[in-house]
């Protein structure tokens, strides 16, 4: 099957092609041109001017759609993959809350299910276990009841039990987490700083161990702390020390525009990932929710594009899709669309060590695109060269 993308500017890695085609066969793409090209016996998009771009990769993600991977039913992933479609993501990393090991084990084989029948949502790159090994003082909006610290008994059998994990976020001051990020890195999970009340000397080891991530920067970890009288860096600090990939809720909410800005100005958009981190209300109308699977979840409330605690002290997730975090950085942050794509597509790729078939418009990779206009709102959506959303037109 051949298909052909024309009358469009195409972003890749560099610059933008105007009046770009691309060209796509079997899933994947194999031209990159400036200009019209003849292509015989293809369908073509006629992209009306608008901007071809990488599919976007979320690496953080919990639901959308009314769904939570954490809602022990293949149709939660179906649902969710369908949903964040809809917004320009063509593939995302499933993520865990929290819970006792036997629901953890049951998601982790619903995830297996569910990727076999994944064909009209955006493509599973595979599981993110956000937990159970946090800091109790940084759990947010976590249950605290499953929080604990690893045990390598319990990380092993899940680790033998499932070939799914691609990455996993723990606290690394935690007794044994350094062990359990060596763990990682010889298994080739990522491992992520998360919910943590790390210094500065913490995170370093940690570094030097196999976390390489911070997870969700500013939301659930310390910044600079005193002790005795005497500053400590906390892990914000050191996420920006380091060269560390930083992954970011940019819903303008979590994080406002200054924060937005200096993290883009001191990181640049090679070590930035935008994530959703979205919670099941993501795509649907504010109002009441539920936090977390829909049998012992938390319950929040919906309002100002965030969830929040029901008595509205805390936030307690995100509803942001991924349209919208590129969107923001372009109007909020002020960084150019190239850039903003980048940490949308070409940044997650590497960092989940994908970037060999997906994350940039190169001829050979997975022919995942999304075609949006200049308010960066999504007009079509292809998964590995096939269409799985258009925008529909009210006719006149």
């Known amino acids: 099957m051949r298909l052909k993308i024309t009358n469009g500017t195409l972003i890749t890695p560099y610059r933008y092609l105007k009046n770009g ?18 292509v015989p016996d293809a369908e073509v998009i006629d992209a009306n001017g608008h901007y071809i771009a990488p599919g976007f990769i979320d690496l953080h993600i919990h639901g959308g759609g009314g769904h939570d991977f954490m809602d022990g039913s293949v149709e939660a992933f179906l649902g969710i993959a369908e949903t964040h479609a809809q917004y320009g993501t063509t593939a995302m990393v499933p993520t865990t809350l929290t819970s006792e090991k036997e629901d953890l084990l049951e998601t982790l084989d619903l ?9 009209k949502g955006a493509q599973f790159l595979g599981m ?52 359990f990020g060596k763990r990682l890195r010889q ?6 700083v998360a919910h943590t009340d790390a210094i500065y000397e913490e995170v370093l080891e940690a570094y030097e161990n196999g976390y390489t991530l911070a997870t969700h920067l500013y939301s659930a970890m310390s910044g600079v702390t005193r002790k005795n009288a005497f500053r400590y860096a906390g892990t914000i600090e050191s996420a920006f ?8 809720i940019a819903d303008g909410v979590h994080l406002p525009a200054p924060l937005l800005k200096l993290i883009y ?25 539920t936090l977390g699977s829909l049998k012992n979840g938390l319950k929040v409330i919906v309002e100002d594009g965030v969830a929040k605690l029901p008595d509205r002290t805390s936030f307690a997730g ?40 997906k994350g940039t418009l190169v001829a ?33």
């Not at 085609?21 to 003849?38: P, Y």
């Not at 995830?111 to 064909?119: L, P, S, V």
């Not at 930035?272 to 929710?289: H, N, Q, V, W």
């Not at 919208?324 to 942050?333: D, K, P």
Request: charged fraction near 25%; glycine fraction near 6%; avoid cysteine.
């Open 128 to 179: 993110h276990l956000e937990g159970p090994y946090f800091a109790l003082s940084q759990r947010g909006a976590q249950d605290p009841r499953y929080i604990r610290n690893p045990d390598p008994k319990e990380y092993e059998e899940v680790l033998a039990y499932s070939s799914s994990i691609t990455r996993w976020s723990a606290a690394p001051e935690l007794p044994g987490a350094i062990e």
């Open 21 to 38: 085609t691309l060209v796509i066969e079997d899933g994947k793409i194999v031209g990159v041109h400036q200009g019209n090209v003849e």
């Open 187 to 192: 298994k080739g999970i990522l491992a992520a």
């Open 241 to 248: 020390l380091l060269d560390m990939d930083v992954e970011i």
């Open 265 to 289: 100005k001191i990181k640049g958009p090679d070590h930035i990932a935008l994530i959703t981190d979205a919670m099941r209300a993501a795509g649907m109308p504010e109002g009441e929710s």
């Open 111 to 119: 995830y297996e299910k569910a990727n076999a029948r994944n064909t």
């Open 364 to 396: 050979g990779k997975d022919a995942d695109i999304v075609i949006f206009d200049e308010d960066i709102r999504i007009q079509t959506t292809i998964v590995q060269g096939r269409i799985i959303y258009e925008k529909q037109y009210q006719k006149i």
């Open 318 to 357: 995100s509803v942001s899709t991924a349209d919208r975090l590129v969107r923001n950085m372009v109007q909020m942050a002020d960084v150019s669309l190239l850039d903003s794509v980048r940490m949308m597509t070409a940044t997650p790729a590497r960092i989940m060590g994908v970037d060999n078939k």
